[in-house]
């Protein structure tokens, strides 16, 4: 089965760091690009960050660009979310979700086909 | 960026009834949209890709249809699971964008 676990929300000041983890279990971790979604309070979904299989391609959201880095450790099973400068408005729930696997032609879709359960970030004084 | 707008906002349906949820793309997207069904308090879950196939373990009262900018997700006889936010999203260019959802509630 098919599982992702996300950890290490938490209170952070603003200006602060934190460092999200998703631990994969259930497939070839390697071989599926995976994606980070928040959600603010009250709101709806709103795309973070995607990387591929292998790490050597990532794309981010102009909201996050430049503060957040998404990574991975293939031998680990785990993707991380690095969140720098943390501001109030990215308080959220911020959900990992693993992508299909690439096609014959090797052409990757970014929707999320799975979800964890996601880990709750708060940023306030 | 790819704006998606989702209508009506609220839609309230008696269980049983047929439920027709839009989903509009600023730009074309093709096929490469999908459908997700969120519950309070719950992640989202996947229901349709590539704008009319059925994901793993959903049932057929669901179905999607459309492409380039217009699309419809029907729910064709709504039980009292289905009462939840839906959400579409495009994948066909970057940033992936959501549609801001629709709540469908019980009339």
């Known amino acids: 089965e098919v599982q992702l676990v996300e950890s290490g929300g938490g209170l952070v000041q603003p200006g602060g760091s934190l460092r999200l983890s998703c631990a994969a279990s259930g497939f070839t971790f390697s071989n599926y690009a995976m994606t980070w979604v928040r959600q603010a309070p009250g709101k709806g979904l709103e795309w973070v960050s995607s990387?591929?299989?292998?790490?050597?391609?990532?794309y981010d959201a102009d909201s996050v660009k430049g503060r957040f880095t998404i990574s991975r450790d293939n031998s680990k099973n785990t993707l991380y979310l690095q969140m720098n400068s943390l501001r109030a408005e990215d308080t959220a729930v911020y959900y990992c979700a693993k992508n299909p696997p690439a096609t014959r032609a090797g052409y990757y879709y970014y929707y999320m086909d799975v979800w964890g359960k996601g880990t709750t970030v708060t940023v306030s004084s | 960026e790819i704006v998606m707008t989702q209508s009506p906002a609220t839609l309230s349906v008696s269980p049983g009834e047929r439920a027709t949820l839009s989903c509009r793309a600023s730009q074309s997207v093709s096929s490469n949209l999908a459908w997700f069904q969120q519950k309070p308090g719950q992640a989202p879950r996947l229901l349709i890709y590539g704008a009319s196939t059925r994901a793993t373990g959903i049932p057929a009262r669901f179905s999607g249809s459309g492409s380039g900018t217009e699309f419809t997700l029907t729910i064709s006889s709504l039980q009292s699971e289905d009462f939840a936010v839906y959400y579409c999203q495009q994948y066909n260019n970057w940033p992936l964008t959501f549609g801001r959802g629709t709540k469908v509630e019980i009339k």
């Open positions: 990387i591929s299989g292998s790490g050597g391609s990532t």
